[in-house]
C-alpha cells in the first residue's frame, strides 16, 4: 500500500511517498511561508506532491496523509487558526486534497501524528500506552491509551504544553501563565535567559557564544555553557530539568503509560538531559508508576514528520 504524506509546518513542508510499514520510498521539501495565504501555500504543496509522484513513477496512492500545526479539527478536517500560521482560521485542508486526489485523505495534529509515528515504527511499536512529547521549539504531545490514538472531545487532549506548572510563572503566549511550554519549550528558555541576563546583569558565556547579541542566544547555547560548567548556565539547567520532570511527572500520574518518548531537544543532549532527568523525576511521581514506564528519546530523527503523515493514513484505513 502506497501513502502519499503532507507535513506542513510553519518553516517548512514535506512530501513524501511511503508504505503502511514506515518504508519512506521518497521525499521533498519547501519553504512553507504561511505569511503567503493558505490557498497559495496549498497550491504549491499540491505542485510539489505532483512532482512527487511523478518522480516516484506511480500512477495513484492508496491514501493521503496529513500532519499540519494544531490545533485542528479532525472530523471537518480543518486547520484552526495554528499561532505560527497567522491568517490560517479554518482551512479546509482534507477536502482540497481529496478533490485533487480522489483518495481517503486523513490529518492530524503535528504531535498526535508523532505519536503515531512511535506507535507504528519507533520506539513505542507494540507499546500499548505510550506519550509522545514534541519537546523542541514549543512543547506539544499525543497520547495513545490502549493502542489508541486519544482524540478528546474537541481533538484537544495532548495539548500538555499548556497545562499549568505554576499560576504565578511567565505569560505563556497562549493568555495563560507558567505553562508547561514557557518552562521548557526552546523558544521561550531562550528567551527568558536573554531576559535574566539583561535584568541580572549577569556575566554569562552565553554573551560571548552569541557574539555579544543576546538576542542571537538559543537552545543549542545554553546547552554548550552548561556542559562547560557557566555557572549561570548550570543554574538555569537544573531548574530546566526540574521543570521537565515536574511535567511529565505529571503526565505519568495522570495516564500511567508505558513509555514516555521525547522529542527533539532530549535526542540532541542525549544522558546530558536524560540521566539527571530520571533521577528528578522522583520527585514528582510515585514509584511505582514510575518504575512502570521507559523515558526514551526518540529513534525516527528528521524522517518522524514524514513518517507521522504516513501513520495518520495508516491508523485511518484501518479504522474504515
Known amino acids: 500500500m502506497n501513502i502519499l504524506g503532507i507535513d506542513i509546518g510553519g518553516t517548512k513542508t514535506s512530501v513524501c511517498i511511503g508504505t503502511e510499514s514506515g518504508q519512506l520510498v521518497l521525499e521533498r521539501r519547501m519553504t512553507t511561508r504561511p505569511e503567503e495565504g493558505p490557498d497559495k501555500v496549498l497550491e504549491k504543496i499540491m505542485v510539489l506532491a505532483r512532482a512527487v509522484m511523478a518522480q516516484s513513477g506511480l500512477p495513484d496512492v492508496d491514501a493521503v496523509g496529513i500532519a499540519a500545526p494544531g490545533p485542528v479539527d479532525v472530523k471537518r478536517g480543518a486547520m484552526l487558526a495554528p499561532p505560527n500560521m497567522p491568517g490560517w482560521d479554518f482551512v479546509p485542508v482534507v477536502s482540497y486534497f481529496t478533490e485533487a486526489f480522489h483518495q481517503p485523505v486523513f490529518m492530524n495534529n503535528d504531535a498526535n501524528a508523532c505519536a503515531l509515528a512511535e506507535y507504528h515504527f519507533g520506539r513505542g511499536r507494540g507499546v500499548a500506552n505510550l506519550v509522545y512529547l514534541t519537546h523542541s521549539t514549543g512543547m506539544g504531545g499525543g497520547v495513545i491509551v490502549n493502542g489508541r490514538l486519544v482524540q478528546g472531545a474537541t481533538d484537544m487532549a495532548g495539548e500538555v504544553g499548556?497545562?499549568?506548572?505554576?499560576?504565578?510563572?511567565?505569560?505563556?503566549?497562549?493568555?495563560?501563565?507558567?505553562?508547561?511550554?514557557?518552562?521548557?519549550?526552546?523558544?521561550?528558555?531562550?528567551?527568558?535567559?536573554?531576559?535574566?541576563?539583561?535584568?541580572?546583569?549577569?556575566?554569562?558565556?552565553?554573551?560571548?557564544?552569541?557574539?555579544?547579541?543576546?538576542?542571537?542566544?538559543?537552545?543549542?547555547?545554553?546547552?554548550?555553557?552548561?556542559?562547560?560548567?557557566?555557572?549561570?548556565?548550570?543554574?538555569?539547567?537544573?531548574?530546566?530539568?526540574?521543570?521537565?520532570?515536574?511535567?511529565?511527572?505529571?503526565?505519568?500520574?495522570?495516564?500511567?503509560?508505558?513509555?514516555?518518548?521525547?522529542?527533539?531537544?532530549?535526542?540532541?543532549?542525549?544522558?546530558?538531559?536524560?540521566?539527571?532527568?530520571?533521577?528528578?523525576?522522583?520527585?514528582?511521581?510515585?514509584?511505582?508508576?514510575?518504575?512502570?514506564?521507559?523515558?526514551?528519546?526518540?529513534?525516527?530523527?528528521?524522517?518522524?514528520?514524514?513518517?507521522?503523515?504516513?501513520?495518520?493514513?495508516?491508523?485511518?484505513?484501518k479504522a474504515g
Open 162 to 317: 499548556h497545562f499549568i506548572l505554576d499560576p504565578q510563572g511567565p505569560p505563556c503566549p497562549c493568555g495563560l501563565h507558567g505553562c508547561f511550554e514557557v518552562y521548557c519549550g526552546g523558544r521561550n528558555v531562550s528567551l527568558r535567559l536573554q531576559q535574566k541576563i539583561v535584568a541580572e546583569g549577569i556575566a554569562t558565556v552565553l554573551t560571548a557564544k552569541a557574539g555579544g547579541r543576546l538576542a542571537a542566544i538559543d537552545f543549542k547555547m545554553f546547552v554548550e555553557a552548561a556542559r562547560e560548567q557557566d555557572p549561570f548556565a548550570v543554574r538555569e539547567w537544573q531548574a530546566y530539568v526540574d521543570r521537565l520532570a515536574q511535567g511529565i511527572g505529571i503526565i505519568i500520574m495522570v495516564l500511567n503509560p508505558d513509555m514516555v518518548v521525547l522529542g527533539t531537544i532530549a535526542c540532541q543532549t542525549g544522558d546530558f538531559l536524560m540521566i539527571p532527568l530520571k533521577a528528578c523525576l522522583r520527585r514528582f511521581a510515585w514509584g511505582t508508576a514510575l518504575n512502570a514506564c521507559r523515558i526514551e528519546t526518540s529513534t525516527l530523527g528528521a524522517n518522524i514528520g514524514d513518517l507521522g503523515a504516513i501513520a495518520v493514513a495508516a491508523e485511518g484505513l
